[in-house]
């Protein structure tokens, strides 16, 4: 009970200093923009499309599958590109100010410190994400998509912004300079996301384990509209991993002083 | 209340502290006199549990620190060299949050917050952002944060650095009206502070213990007596018995001895210059007097550190009125 009272006090310090600062409201600002302009683009084509199939007697295209599952994995890309901003301030910020002092000799474990602060980073991006249904909500008002498949692609945007919300701790942790691991973490993603180019062009054993890494490809299905354990699995055990090694980052911390 | 057993902390190949021990009893305020440098930040933040010792043990009211983390850090309030602000923060919610990780129940987290601000005269600035706060007052905010959860012990790293003598002042007694609930230790690099507010130093340099006494016991041991180092060429005699019985000697001891050259220290009255005695008796003897001069004891060689250092702000805050 201490705990998850201990893993709220943190998430919503987090919280609250995003929206101290107008970090949280450039960040929020600049994914609807971008979002909003994948929305739009995919939209015309895909009214350009149906309307045009219609004319030649056809007409059943499926928004879900044909415009709602490209604009979420295109917005996986910006996530990509935003989410550095999120992190990256976590613990250099706190290093160098000397606050982690304060944190590290209060009474609570790093764990909860260290969930309080991935919680807190969820919190914003969840913001990011509940804006977008916005878009959703046009979509619903004038024409009937299926729910599902988009609350499937939202739970899959979650799950991957959870894994690079890791990922950015964990580089977050190792500096002291905020900028050093906006860029790092950057430039970690940015592979992630590429590295199954390399796995198109190798042979096949390398192309399974490569696309296996990519954390953007295992979106795909939940796009899709399908909840495969599989991804569920890869994204949730790559959450812990990644919370466990920024764990053992801050210990290893401590111990060199 | 605090117990310090041996503790010895390495960075690589360099030694922050080493074998410190000292204890610190319910109630006490103990003073850690030092140049900068000396140790003091790192023996706190182990106290602390901000960092684990390389050797030794280190319990806070009965639990250890390292084995007993969560119980002892309850039981412990820290004021960082710096003071750990968030600058986004008011104060009030600032004090809010450090209640809530200290694990203040929040049915008595607004009293508390309230009293904190109180004790240590930031009330005027609660909802003032800690970026906009002067330095007097983003340290007693910080001071503040120590107590918002009425610990046991406190540690305060360097609590009046960067004050004017107004404020120096007000802290000062605000620790001292601390004590008695509180068990506190406190480091400072300046000699009147521990003069004034602590009841017991611990005087480190270079990681080491120097002494540990009253401020009292101190000045006296310091300014009581004075040794001379006399090196004799006297092969087969043993020259104890003849600077022994010189006019105005306490105490005689052997501190190195080869091919019949023996060194000695002559402890004596800080007022008695014996020097002229001691050639005398030496070579009414025939010996040989190779060197006589006197001897600096570590803690003074300290001393000195500390007094000239603090001699600035005693000049700054002698001007104002």
Redesign the interface.
Known sequence: MNSVRNVLAIADKELRSYFASPIAYIIIGLFALLFGWFFYVYLMSFVQRSTGMAGMGGGATNINQDMIRYVLMNSAVIILFVMPMITMRTYAEEKRSGTIELLLTSPLTDVQIILGKFFGAMGLYAAMLLVTLLYMGILFIYGNPEWRPIASGYLGLLLMGGCFISLGLLISSLTKNQIVAGVITFAVFLMLWVINWIGDQSGPTTRVIVNYLSIVDHFDDFARGIIDTKHLVYYLSFITFGLFLTAKSVDSERWRG | MIEVQNIT?R?GRTT?VDDVSFRVERGEILGFLGPNGAGKT?TM?IL?????PTEGRATVAGYDVFTH???A??R?G?L???P??????TVR?YLD??A????VPSRERRDRVTSAMQRTHVADMASRHCSKLSKGYRQRVGLA?AIIHNPEVLILDEPTAGLDPKQIIETRELIRGLAGDHTIVLSTHILPEVAQTCQRVVIINRGRVVAIDTPEGLTSRLQGAATLYVQVDAPGVDATETLQGLPGVSRVALSDQRAGVRGYEVESARETDIRREIARAVVSRGWGLLELRPMRMSLEEIFLQVTTEETPEEAVSEQRP
């Open positions: 902390k960075y922050a790192t933040r602390t549990g901000y960092m684990p983390p969560i119980e850090k309850q412990t820290y960082p060299e710096t750990p602000l968030y600058p986004d923060m919610e949050f450090v809530r990780i200290k694990g944060q």
